[in-house]
């Protein structure tokens, strides 16, 4: 069965006739659906010739004879049969097929992976027809002096791609010269042109400009500029790898969008705006036509992994994805927040706090307490501590008058119990044997005067203690020092 592939819609369509024996896949009649041999195809092509509407350069590597269209009239003739205007159908590529139009022979075969689909079993199909697509069609930039000439357009509406810039790339050129192109494609897709839609004729000539591939490619609905699809071939899997990433790496400024971030937010995270960014996908020759357009062989720049076309497309880490983590992360915080303000149960009454924050205010808008888990709430808190308050201030009375019935201070002839209304005033009754207060006993140690040792009594005092009790409160304690301390070296 004749298979005859076709760079169909542009200039340098080169056509390729082949023998392909006892062919069954959809692909072995692309155009020729039912022929048993190519050789209708060749005397098709002869006879084009004859008419000077084909004509061959050469063969390629595999000895196929190559043709293209020549001149005007060929041109002419391929627009009436793909239904196209004259003016996209660029121009003939002269001489393309003199080395063997390789490089149209790789936008040949990356045209049938898009349109045949993928040959590994269950792979996805093919979108679109051969006319879905133009190839070298030429681009004015603004002034008119440079153009961007991609490889191939492809229109594919019925899946959400109204049009897609294919750069064929057969690793013969520097990556620094391939990215060089991604930028022409950001000044083309700046270009704006008039409106002439009659419900903006009452506007501002400013208002009333358009971009003009909207105008050109009605139905791209997809926001920020059209996506440009990168196919590289003929190296290795590592060296196409690498040169993929190494042309991300050089055209970075013209696809990963701007920075932005909310200044009300408290972390780092942000999101990135494609409206002046070029959307870039790639992939290799080889994964095209083992899985087709539609399977995962597309790595979009900056995201990881590989997609099909249509995931491909979508921007990573833009503001619908930014305002996703946000949600997950204010989802977190209520979360967090609802399980601390459940762990804040008052052990009094009862009561879960609903307030959005775990602090009270007290007296004269003061804040004095936080409410913590295990804790109380502000009224539990309240009450209990004026119920310590009450509790301290009668054990003090209690030790104050406790303390009043016992023996003064030896030395200042105060309460045993300390001054009243002093920081070192016990809330504690003090010990019956107890002989200096508080700030006395202070006092003495910051003197290093050793500890109280009372004076000794005297013999008429002894006397007297054997008539009747000594009227000394502390008589006992200074016959007991008497006993443990000898007469000499004695302070008292």
């Known amino acids: 069965m004749a298979r005859c592939e076709v760079e169909a819609g542009g200039p340098g369509q080169q056509l390729r006739d082949t023998v392909i024996s006892g062919g069954a896949r959809p692909e072995d009649g692309l155009l020729r659906p039912g022929a048993a041999s190519n050789k209708a195809v060749r005397q098709a092509l002869g006879d084009l010739a004859l008419h000077g509407l084909v004509a061959s350069d050469g063969n390629t590597r595999e000895r196929h004879k190559t043709w293209r269209l020549e001149g005007a009239a060929g041109l002419d003739a391929a627009a009436v049969v793909l239904g196209m205007v004259r003016s996209e159908m660029g121009g003939t590529a002269r001489g393309a097929g003199r080395s063997g139009a390789q490089h149209a022979m790789a936008v ?14 269950g792979a996805a199909g093919g979108v679109g027809t051969v006319r879905s697509w133009s190839t070298e069609t030429e681009f004015l930039l603004p002034g008119g002096k440079r153009k961007v000439r991609p490889d191939g357009v492809w229109q594919a509406p019925q899946i959400g791609v109204p049009v897609l810039m294919v750069e064929v790339d057969r690793s013969t050129m520097a990556p620094a010269d391939v990215a060089a192109k991604f930028p022409r494609y950001r000044e083309l897709f700046r270009t704006k042109v008039r409106d002439n839609d009659p419900a903006l004729a009452d506007r501002e000539p400013a208002d009333r400009t358009v971009h003009w591939w909207r105008r050109a490619y009605p139905g791209h609905t997809r926001p920020g500029y059209p996506p440009v699809a990168l196919v590289v071939t003929d190296a290795g899997p590592v060296a196409l790898a690498n040169r993929q990433q190494a042309v991300a790496d050089l055209s970075a400024d013209c696809w990963r969008g701007r920075w932005c971030r909310q200044v009300r937010d408290y972390n780092d995270d942000g999101w ?18 083992e899985h087709g357009p539609l399977g995962p062989v597309w790595w979009r720049f900056r995201r990881s992994g590989r997609h099909s076309l249509i995931e491909a497309l979508e921007n990573p880490n833009n503001r619908a994805a930014y305002d996703l983590r946000q949600a997950a992360r204010e989802d977190e915080e209520h979360k967090a927040h609802q399980e601390l303000m459940d762990s804040l149960v008052c052990i009094d009454c009862g009561e879960v706090p609903d307030e959005e924050s775990t602090w009270e205010y007290g007296r004269q808008g003061q804040v004095e307490w936080t409410r913590r888990p295990g804790g109380r709430c502000w009224p539990c808190h309240q009450d209990r501590e004026e119920r310590l308050e009450r509790e301290a201030e009668e054990q003090l009375e209690a030790a104050r008058t406790a303390n009043a ?6 030395a200042c002839r105060g309460s045993s119990g300390g001054k009243e209304g002093s920081k070192l005033e016990l809330r504690e009754k003090a010990r019956p044997d107890r002989l200096e207060c508080p700030e006395c006993v202070q006092a003495r140690a910051a003197k290093d005067l050793g500890p109280l040792v009372l004076p000794v009594p005297t013999k008429r005092e002894l006397v007297a203690a054997l008539v009747s009790a000594p009227d000394d409160p502390w008589w ?10 000898p007469a000499r070296g004695r302070r008292v």
Do not use: M, Q, S
């Open 476 to 485: 006992e304690e200074r016959v007991l020092h008497a006993k443990l301390y």
């Open 405 to 410: 019935a016992l023996r003064p201070c030896w």
């Open 272 to 289: 990135r705006e494609y409206d002046d960014a070029v959307p870039i996908v790639a992939t290799t020759l080889e994964l095209l036509a």
């Open 108 to 121: 040949n075969e990356t045209v049938l992976a898009f349109v045949l689909g993928g040959t590994a079993p």
